[in-house]
């Protein structure tokens, strides 16, 4: 059984960083193409990042780009987004998500989600 396990999420103020884990069991890790997704109230669940086994990454929003970054520990099947310099918009609930694709992360080609880890940036 696949499971994808987020952690990390937690109430900060505006400003503050936040590591998110995601640790994967069930699946060979290098596989799979391991991403993150977030959806705020109210809106549609968005894409943010995605890496892959050789440590290419893509970051889809420019309102995250220098701040967030995406890594991978293969050695441990998890996957970790750095959220630095956060902001109330980037208030939303978290998803690690798994996919075998070769570049493209959309949540169309997702094969297995996370439960979510929610994440508040106060102003």
């Known amino acids: 059984q696949v499971q994808l396990v987020e952690s990390g999420g937690g109430l900060v103020q505006t400003g503050d960083s936040l590591r998110l884990s995601c640790a994967a069991s069930?699946?060979?890790?290098?596989?799979?193409?391991m991403g993150w997704f977030r959806q705020a109230p109210g809106k549609e669940r968005e894409f943010v990042a995605a890496i892959w086994w050789s440590g290419t990454n893509i970051y889809n929003l420019d309102s995250v780009k220098g701040r967030f970054t995406i890594s991978r520990d293969n050695a441990k099947n998890t996957v970790y987004l750095q959220m630095n310099s956060l902001k109330p918009e980037d208030t939303a609930v978290y998803y690690c998500a798994a996919a075998i694709t070769a570049n493209n992360f959309r949540t169309s080609v997702v094969n297995y989600w996370g439960k979510g880890t929610l994440v508040t940036v106060s102003s």
């Open positions: 069930g699946l060979t890790f290098s596989y799979y193409g």
